[in-house]
C-alpha cells in the first residue's frame, strides 16, 4: 500500500493549493497589434524569416479560414470568440543569447522556478550555454507565448542525428522536411480552428527522428501563455523515420487571468515503417475559477499518421485544464499491421467544459486500436466522450477495443458519450464498451473506516479508476498527473 | 451548447411536392370540425415548411439519407384504392384458424371489412382514427400531438399535417387483455403508381392495465410505397404495454416510423421490432420515463441484404428516479446492406437510481456490408449506472469449426450461428407466442438468404 499512502500524501499536501500556476510574469514583451489579417501574418512570417512558400502557405489558410464557421456541434456552451480582440503575436524580449545566469532576465528565469523546473535546467531553459550535457533527463523546448524560448541537449540530440527544435528554427535548418510533412496529416483546410492556426502559428517543436534511432532521452516542450489577451497557436511535427522510437511529452500552463484566453495548437505526427511514436500530454492550462470566469479556451487539432507498415502511434493525456476543451487526438492507420492507442484521463469540475476523444481510420489490414477514456465529471462541469472508429473496406482483420468510463461526482454535473462506429469490413471486429457510475458508498465508507478524510479517499478511489491511462505516462509524468487528480477534484466533495 | 446556434435546416425544396398534397388533401381529411386538429395539421405543414425533408448534414440523418425518396414521383394514397386493394392471406402470429382483435389498414387507412373487435372486454375502444375522430373526438382530441414532437421531427410533422387515420386503442383502468390485439399495415401502390401515405397511431393504456399489441407491416410489391408512420403510446401508472412490430414490406418500399412513448409511475413499455423489409427503414423510438420506477425494454432484430437500408434509433429519456431501461439490438447484415443504430439514453438532473443498459451487435455477413453505429450516453445524475455496448464483426471462426467439425456443412452451420446470434435479442420478447413467431421469422430470412446466391 505505500504506493496508495504517497498519494494520499501527496494529495494532502497540495489540499490548500488551488492552481499553483496562476501566476504572471512581468517581462517586457513585443507584441503585434491586435486582430488578425494578412498584415499580421505577413508580420509573423517575416519575424520568423520564413521562406515565401510557408507564406503563401499561411496566406491561403487565411483566405480558407475567412470562408469558415466555427463549429457549434461539440457540447460545449460558451460565448461568441471575438478573433480580432487577441494578440496573434507576444515574445518576451530577449536580450542576444545571455551567456550566464546572471544576464538572463531575473523575471523570466522566476516564471521557471516556480513553474518547477529545476534549477540546472533552467539555465539551459533560459538559453545559457555552457551548462548542456549534464545529467540528461529531458530535452525541453519551451515555448513562452509566441516563441520558442530555447531547447536543451540539442548538441546531444544531434550527434545521433535527431532534430528536436523550435519550428520556426527548423524551417531553415531542413525546409526539405518541414516543406513535405507540414500539413500533410492536418491540412490546412482540415477544420476552423487547425486552419486558423496554420495561418496564424507562431512556434512549436519540431522532431525528426532518423532512421533506426532510438532516441534515448524524453523530449518535451513546455507551453506558457503569459501575456494577457494572448493566443497561443502553436504547431508540433514530429516525424519518426523508419525503424525509430521517440517519445514526447507536452504540458501547458497559463496565469490566472479573468479573461478567457484562446490556444489553438496542431500538432502533427508521421511515422514511417517500423516506427514508434509516443505522445504524451498533461494539460493543466488555468482553468477558470469555481463560477466559470477565465480560463483558456483549448481548440486543439490532433492526428498522427501511421503512414508505414508495423508503425505505431500513442496518445496518452491528462487534460486537468482549461474552461473549455475540444480535442480529439487521432490515429490514421494506413500501414498494414500498424497501431494507435489512445489513453485519456479528462477531469473537469466547477464549471469546466471538455469534449474530448479520438478518432481511429482503419485503412490497412490488420490494424488495431484500442482506446481506454476515463472521464470523471464535478462540480457544475460538463464533459463529453467523443469518438470515431472508422474500419474502412480495404481494413482485413482490424481490430478495436474501446472502453469509456465516466465518474460523476456531485449531481449537478453531466456525463456524456457519443462514439461513432462505422464499420466496412465484415473481418474487422470492434467493441466499444460504455459505463457511467459513481463511487460508491462502500467504497468510501472502507476508506473513511480507515481514516481517510473523504476528500483523500475520493482522491485515492479516483486515482484508481484512472490507474488504467496514468500507468502509460511517462515515469515523469506521472507522479504530476497524480497530484493534479487530487487537485484538479479538490471541493468536489462535502 | 449547439441549441443556441442554428443547425443545418433539411432540405425545403424537397418538401415541396408533399406541402402540395397536403394543400390538396385539406378538404378531404376527417375530424375538420374540431379545432385542436385542425390546429395540430396547420401547425404541422407550418413546422413540416420550416424543417423540410431531413439530410445527412443533419446529425440526427448522418447515416441515413432520404434522397432516393426524391427521385420517385409518390402520390398520396386515395380511398378508393385503398377498398379496392385485394388482400389474400393476413399475417398473424396466431395458430391456424384462431381469429381474435385485429385491424387491418391497407395504405393507411382501416378496411373495417377484414377487421375484427369481437370478444373485447366492455370499454376497450379500438378502431379507426377517422373513426375516433367522431365516435370519440374528445379522447383523442385531448392526446393528439401531446407526445410525438412536430416541432424536431419533420417526418412527424408532416405526418401531423395530414393526419386522417390509424389504428386508436384505449384499454380502460384495470383491463387486462390476454388476447394480443393484431394490427396489420398493408402498403399497396394501386395500378404501379407510387403511392406515400401516413399512418397515424394512438395508444392509450390507462393505469394498471395490460395489453399486448403486434403490428404486421408488409406490402405486396409492384410499384413503391412510402409509409410515414407517427405513433402515440400513452402507458399510465402501474400499466403494462407490449408493443411488437414485424416490417416485411418488399423491396422497394420506404418505411419510416416514429414511435414517442410516455411511460408513467410503474408501469412498463416493452417494444420490440423485428425489421427484414423495405429497401429503406427508419424505426425511431422515444421513450420517456415520467414517472418514478417506470421501465422499457426496448429491442429489436434486423435482417438486411441486397441493397436494403435500415436505420434503427432510439432514445430512452429517464426524467425521473428510480427508472430501468434495457436495450438489446441484433442485426444481420448481408450482401451490400447497410444498418444504422443509434441509441441514446438521457438521464435527467434528478433522474438517480437510473439503471439504463444499452446493447448493439451487429454481423457483417458480406464484404460490402456495413454498419453504422452511434451508441450515446448523456447523464446528468450522479448515482445512477448507465452502459452501453456496441460490436460488429463477422461469425466466429472457431464456433463454426466446432460445428463442421461435427459434420454440418458450412453453410448449415453458418445458418445456426445467425440464428443463435439473433435469438440473444428474439429472447428479450417475454410472449412465447410472439416470440416463436419472431424467431420464425428470422429462421425463414435465413432460409431465403441460403437459397439465394450461396
Given at each position: 500500500m505505500a504506493a496508495t499512502h504517497e498519494t494520499v500524501e501527496q494529495v494532502r499536501a497540495l489540499a490548500?493549493?488551488?492552481?499553483?500556476?496562476g501566476f504572471t510574469t512581468d517581462i517586457d514583451a513585443e507584441t503585434a497589434p491586435k486582430g488578425l489579417n494578412e498584415d499580421i501574418i505577413r508580420f509573423i512570417s517575416a519575424k520568423k524569416e520564413e521562406p515565401e512558400w510557408l507564406l503563401q502557405w499561411r496566406l491561403r489558410a487565411f483566405e480558407a479560414w475567412k470562408t469558415m464557421q466555427e463549429p457549434h456541434w461539440p457540447k460545449l456552451d460558451y460565448g461568441p470568440i471575438d478573433?480580432?480582440?487577441?494578440?496573434y503575436y507576444a515574445a518576451p524580449?530577449?536580450?542576444?543569447?545571455?551567456?550566464?545566469?546572471?544576464?538572463?532576465?531575473p523575471e523570466l528565469l522566476r516564471t521557471y522556478e516556480k513553474l518547477g523546473i529545476p534549477l540546472k535546467e533552467q539555465a539551459i531553459l533560459a538559453g545559457?550555454?555552457?551548462?548542456?550535457?549534464?545529467?540528461?533527463a529531458i530535452a525541453v523546448d519551451a515555448v513562452f507565448d509566441s516563441v520558442s524560448v530555447a531547447t536543451t541537449y540539442k548538441a546531444k540530440l544531434e550527434e545521433m542525428g535527431i532534430i528536436f527544435c523550435a519550428i520556426s528554427e527548423a524551417v531553415h535548418k531542413c525546409p526539405e522536411l518541414v516543406q513535405k510533412?507540414?500539413?500533410?496529416?492536418?491540412?490546412?483546410?482540415?477544420?476552423f480552428f487547425a486552419t486558423l492556426n496554420s495561418a496564424a502559428f507562431t512556434d512549436g517543436s519540431f522532431v525528426y527522428i532518423p532512421k533506426g534511432?532510438?532516441?534515448p532521452m524524453e523530449l518535451s516542450t513546455y507551453f506558457r501563455i503569459n501575456q494577457a489577451n494572448t493566443g497561443q497557436f502553436e504547431r508540433t511535427l514530429i516525424i519518426a523515420d523508419e525503424g525509430s522510437y521517440v517519445s514526447y511529452l507536452e504540458g501547458c500552463t497559463a496565469p490566472q487571468r479573468d479573461e478567457n484566453q484562446l490556444h489553438a495548437a496542431v500538432v502533427e505526427l508521421v511515422a514511417l515503417d517500423n516506427a514508434t511514436i509516443k505522445y504524451s500530454t498533461v494539460q493543466n492550462w488555468y482553468p477558470g475559477d469555481a463560477n466559470g470566469v477565465g480560463g483558456i479556451y483549448n481548440f486543439v487539432t490532433k492526428r498522427g499518421a501511421c503512414?508505414?507498415?508495423n508503425s505505431k502511434i500513442s496518445w496518452t493525456q491528462v487534460e486537468t485544464g482549461s474552461a473549455i476543451t475540444w480535442k480529439y487526438p487521432s490515429c490514421?492507420?494506413?500501414?498494414?499491421n500498424s497501431v494507435g492507442e489512445f489513453y485519456s484521463v479528462a477531469i473537469t469540475n466547477n464549471r469546466q467544459q471538455a469534449d474530448t476523444g479520438t478518432k481511429m481510420i482503419h485503412i490497412g489490414k490488420n490494424t488495431r486500436s484500442t482506446i481506454v477514456s476515463k472521464g470523471i465529471s464535478a462540480g457544475r462541469a460538463q464533459q463529453t466522450y467523443r469518438g470515431l472508429v472508422k474500419i474502412l473496406p480495404?481494413?482485413?482483420?482490424a481490430r478495436n477495443h474501446t472502453q469509456c468510463d465516466s465518474l460523476l461526482i456531485g449531481d449537478q454535473c453531466g456525463a456524456h458519450t457519443v462514439p461513432y462506429i462505422e464499420s466496412r469490413n465484415r473481418s474487422a471486429r470492434v467493441e466499444h464498451e460504455a459505463t457511467t457510475a459513481k463511487i460508491s458508498e462502500d467504497q468510501l465508507f472502507y476508506c473513511r473506516q480507515r481514516g481517510l478524510s473523504e476528500e483523500d479517499a475520493v482522491s485515492l478511489i479516483v486515482n484508481g479508476f484512472c490507474k488504467e491511462v496514468l500507468k502509460e505516462l511517462p515515469m515523469e509524468f506521472a507522479v504530476e498527473a497524480q497530484k493534479l487528480v487530487g487537485i484538479s477534484l479538490e471541493g468536489s466533495v462535502g | 451548447m449547439a441549441t443556441t446556434h442554428s443547425t443545418p435546416t433539411g432540405d425545403t425544396a424537397a418538401a415541396r411536392p408533399y406541402l402540395d398534397q397536403i394543400d390538396r388533401l385539406k378538404g378531404e381529411l376527417?375530424?375538420?370540425?374540431?379545432s385542436r386538429v385542425r390546429e395540430l395539421r396547420r401547425d404541422g405543414r407550418e413546422r413540416f415548411a420550416a424543417l423540410g425533408v431531413p439530410t445527412v448534414r443533419q446529425e440526427a440523418w448522418k447515416y441515413t439519407s432520404?434522397?432516393?425518396?426524391?427521385k420517385v414521383a409518390f402520390e398520396p394514397a386515395t380511398a378508393a384504392a385503398a377498398a379496392g386493394t385485394h388482400i389474400d392471406v393476413l399475417p398473424t402470429?396466431?395458430?391456424?384458424?384462431q381469429t381474435g382483435p385485429r385491424l387491418v389498414f391497407v395504405n393507411g387507412r382501416l378496411r373495417a371489412d377484414l377487421s375484427s373487435t369481437d370478444g373485447?372486454?366492455?370499454g376497450v375502444v379500438l378502431t379507426g382514427l377517422a373513426d375516433a375522430l367522431s365516435s370519440h373526438a374528445d379522447f383523442v382530441g385531448e392526446r393528439?400531438?401531446?407526445?410525438?414532437?412536430?416541432d424536431e421531427h419533420p417526418l412527424v410533422a408532416l405526418n401531423t399535417a395530414v393526419l386522417a387515420d390509424g389504428p386508436v386503442l384505449h384499454i380502460p383502468r384495470g383491463v387486462v387483455l390476454d388476447d394480443p390485439i393484431e394490427l396489420v399495415f398493408v402498403s399497396a401502390a394501386a395500378d404501379g403508381r407510387a403511392t406515400v401515405f401516413h399512418p397515424r397511431t394512438l395508444i392509450v393504456a390507462d393505469p394498471l392495465s395490460k395489453a399486448v399489441v403486434i403490428e404486421h407491416h408488409v406490402g405486396p410489391g409492384g410499384a413503391p410505397t412510402f409509409a410515414n408512420h407517427t405513433a402515440e403510446v400513452f402507458v399510465g401508472e402501474g400499466a403494462t404495454l407490449r408493443h411488437y412490430k414485424v416490417q416485411r414490406e418488399q423491396t422497394d418500399a420506404f418505411h419510416v416510423s416514429h414511435a414517442a412513448a410516455t411511460v408513467c409511475r410503474d408501469a412498463c413499455y416493452d417494444n420490440f421490432i423485428l425489421t427484414s423489409g423495405a429497401r429503406l427503414s427508419r424505426n425511431e423510438v422515444h421513450a420517456v420515463?415520467?414517472?418514478?420506477g417506470a421501465s422499457c425494454h426496448v429491442s429489436g432484430a434486423y435482417l438486411v441484404t441486397g441493397e436494403q437500408h435500415c436505420d434503427t434509433t432510439t432514445l430512452i429519456d429517464?426524467?425521473?428516479?428510480?427508472g430501468t431501461s434495457r436495450e438489446v439490438y441484433k442485426g444481420a447484415i448481408d450482401e451490400r446492406a447497410r444498418a444504422v443504430f443509434q441509441g441514446k439514453i438521457i438521464v435527467r438532473p434528478?433522474?438517480?437510481?437510473t439503471d439504463g443498459h444499452q446493447l448493439n451487435r451487429a454481423l457483417l455477413l458480406s464484404d460490402t456490408a456495413e454498419i453504422d453505429s452511434k451508441p450515446e450516453l448523456e447523464i446528468y445524475a450522479d448515482d445512477v449506472k448507465c452502459s452501453h455496448g456496441a460490436t460488429a464483426g463477422e461469425l466466429d471462426d472457431e464456433a463454426l469449426f466446432y460445428l463442421r467439425s461435427r459434420g454440418i456443412p458450412k453453410e448449415e452451420a453458418r445458418g445456426l450461428l445467425i440464428a443463435s446470434f439473433l435469438a440473444e435479442a428474439i429472447?428479450?420478447?417475454?410472449?412465447e407466442p410472439v416470440r416463436d413467431a419472431f424467431a420464425a421469422i428470422a429462421t425463414g430470412w435465413l432460409a431465403a438468404r441460403r437459397g439465394g446466391a450461396r
Open positions: 490548500e493549493q488551488k492552481y499553483k500556476y478573433y480580432q480582440d487577441a494578440y524580449k530577449l536580450k542576444n543569447k545571455p551567456k550566464s545566469l546572471d544576464e538572463v532576465d545559457v550555454e555552457g551548462t548542456e550535457g549534464q545529467a540528461p510533412y507540414l500539413g500533410s496529416v492536418v491540412p490546412y483546410t482540415d477544420n534511432v532510438r532516441c503512414r508505414g507498415v490514421i492507420l494506413q500501414g498494414d480495404r481494413a482485413e482483420g | 376527417p375530424g375538420a370540425a374540431l432520404l434522397r432516393p425518396l426524391e402470429v396466431r395458430p391456424a384458424g373485447l372486454p366492455d393528439l400531438g401531446r407526445l410525438a414532437n412536430a420515463l415520467d414517472g418514478t429517464h426524467a425521473r428516479p428510480y434528478g433522474a438517480q437510481k429472447d428479450e420478447i417475454p410472449e
